[in-house]
């Protein structure tokens, strides 16, 4: 019976997990490299900050979870990220497609009460609390 949940979740997020690996091809197709690792696919496009430019070393993000795909600027970044992405993961598994409207939705909510859109966004509220919580 497991299986089957593990399974549906997995199909749940599929959608959200298409996005990431479009995202991906880019990283990859530019020298990235892909490792599946806990149930997610992981995209980084270098292994180590001082290898990357000027443009990857000012994203405003170093990471950011598509469904079952995480994306991350760099594999040692990733390291650092990966319980947070996880948990994003998680929420994927739970939302499926509706997480695209979810999580700008929290993120309007969050402003209007004048809060901060990111920092104050429920979803990342959950994913900086769990992953605290969660040994890797």
């Avoid at 530019?30 to 443009?55: D, F, I, K, N, P």
């Avoid at 990966?82 to 939302?95: G, I, L, M, S, T």
Wanted: hydrophobic share 50%.
């Amino acid at each position: 019976m497991k299986i089957w949940l593990k399974l549906a979740r997995f199909v749940w997020a599929l959608p959200c997990s298409a996005v990431g690996i479009l995202l991906a091809a880019p990283l990859l197709l530019a020298g990235g490299s892909v490792m599946w690792s806990s149930g997610a696919l992981e995209v980084t496009y270098r292994h180590r900050q001082s290898s990357c430019g000027r443009l990857a070393r000012s994203l405003p993000f170093r990471g950011i979870a598509f469904g079952h795909v995480i994306l991350a600027v760099t594999r040692e970044e990733l390291r650092v990220i990966a319980r947070h992405e996880r948990v994003h993961v998680q929420q994927y598994e739970r939302w499926g497609p509706l997480f695209f409207l979810a999580y700008p939705a929290s993120s309007i909510w969050a402003l209007a009460r004048g809060r901060s859109f990111y920092w104050d966004n429920h979803f990342e509220l959950e994913a900086r609390a769990l992953s605290s919580l969660v040994a890797q």
